[in-house]
């Protein structure tokens, strides 16, 4: 049997790699010349890693430009810091999130499923409908290209041409935010730097600063739909925001020349109900768009596309793939699904909403109260952001040995 994947995100790489060593014609369509676009989710968690080295990747997936993320801090309104999540706590070897360019992971692992002879990738490809025959989808249509599948899995995303092709609407959650994507330089002399995310709240304003490898990428929150009133007070006025916000970049702020440098992300939070039809599954933000709040989406995908990988591997050699074989899918991934999307309304509740409703953001005071004066509770947010819930081990079949650099 063979199979065509739609979008060569995270969850479609990962899908089609383990699907064609397990020995099944695999077909990855990406809309895109390349994988080059900034901004994407980058955050590499260690369920990911640990997943790498079952396929025989981990020293070379090693050897990628990446930083070591170990602790979540949060500002206090004392101006004092907290930890909540202690990540470099965990055992070793998985005791941090790797952050990391996406492109670089996905031409990874394009390269390494290019190893595998049943594995096709065509840059390029913008699938434009579905190939129906009795109520079944059998393939999908790419302008005057037509290819024909016994299954179709779709990973296109948020705004998935699957989902939309099949009429598909998803239960909406209400997001008080949006998120403006932006860069600032590290100088030299802080290379030595732990990397950390830190949290920083100011009145309604919210930032988030990733530590990168030469750069510091920065998360503005802005309240939901704000994106015109602030591109209209110029880069000048944004830049006095970052400056007060964060006063440790103020030598830098003007390294933003214009608002074009701001990429906006239109948060969504939403899953289907439903994540299969016949001869077609959907995973990853095409199933369920999260929100960046806790940069868990693309390790979920991940684990969606292992998950497809290791349930539907029998039934596509053995020809006799089911409705209710891609069911299975869907019920092992529901629950993570919807406690990592709980995690995350609760997480908006507790400090994005009192922020843009006046009262100021930070962190629930239970949550500051355990992680203050009972230290073993660190490990379990520790965990639940290093592994999420009900992480996904690699197959049997598409293990290999490590494979040196």
């Known amino acids: 049997m063979n199979v065509v994947i739609v979008g060569g995100g995270p969850a479609g790489m990962m899908v089609g790699l383990l699907l064609a060593r397990g020995g099944i014609q695999v077909t990855v369509l990406e809309k895109h010349g390349n994988f080059l676009r900034d901004f994407r989710g980058d955050t590499v968690h260690a ?8 396929l025989g990747l981990g020293a070379k997936f090693r050897k990628l430009p990446q930083s070591r993320l170990g602790e ?34 996905l031409n990874f692992l394009a390269e390494e499923a290019a190893r595998e002879p049943s594995f096709t990738l065509l840059m390029n490809t913008a699938v434009t409908g579905l190939i129906r025959e009795g109520g079944k989808v059998v393939g999908v249509r790419c302008g005057d290209l037509e290819l024909r599948a016994d299954l179709t899995v779709a990973c296109d995303g948020r705004h998935s041409t699957i989902r939309h092709e099949l009429g598909l609407a998803a239960r909406e959650f209400p997001v008080p935010f949006d998120t403006w994507w932006f860069r600032l330089p590290r100088h030299p002399e802080e290379r030595d730097e732990i990397a950390r995310l830190n949290g920083q709240f100011k009145g309604d304003q919210i930032a988030l600063c990733f530590t990168r490898e030469d750069y510091y990428q920065i998360a503005y929150f802005t309240r939901k739909g704000a994106d015109p009133q602030l591109r209209a007070e110029g880069v000048e006025r944004f830049r006095e925001r970052i400056a007060g916000l964060l006063p440790q970049f103020a030598d830098r702020v003007d390294h933003l020349r214009s608002m074009d440098e701001l990429h906006l992300l239109d948060v969504k939070l939403n899953r289907l109900e439903r994540w299969y039809a016949e001869g077609v599954l ?38 006799r793939l089911s409705t209710a074989d891609l069911a299975k899918v869907q019920k092992r991934r529901w629950w993570p699904t919807v406690l990592v999307q709980r995690y995350q309304q609760v997480l908006h509740r507790a400090m994005f909403v009192p922020a843009f409703s006046g009262k100021g953001a930070r962190p629930p005071r239970p949550l500051v109260f355990l992680a203050r004066y009972v230290p073993p509770f660190k490990k379990i947010p520790s965990k639940l952001l290093a592994f999420g819930p009900r992480p ?14």
């Open 392 to 405: 996904e081990h690699a197959p049997a079949y598409a293990r290999r040995p490590e494979q040196r650099p």
């Open 282 to 319: 959907l995973i990853g933000d095409a199933a369920h768009a999260m929100s960046p709040a806790g940069g868990m989406g693309i390790n979920l995908a991940i684990q969606d596309a292992v998950a497809a990988a290791t349930i539907l591997i029998e039934p596509l050699r053995a020809g």
């Open 47 to 54: 369920s990911t890693i640990r997943l790498m080295d079952e």
């Open 72 to 105: 979540l801090e949060a500002p206090l309104p004392d101006g004092s810091r907290i930890t909540l999540s202690d990540i470099a706590g965990l055992p070793e070897p998985y005791n941090y999130v790797a952050m990391m360019p996406q492109w670089d992971l």
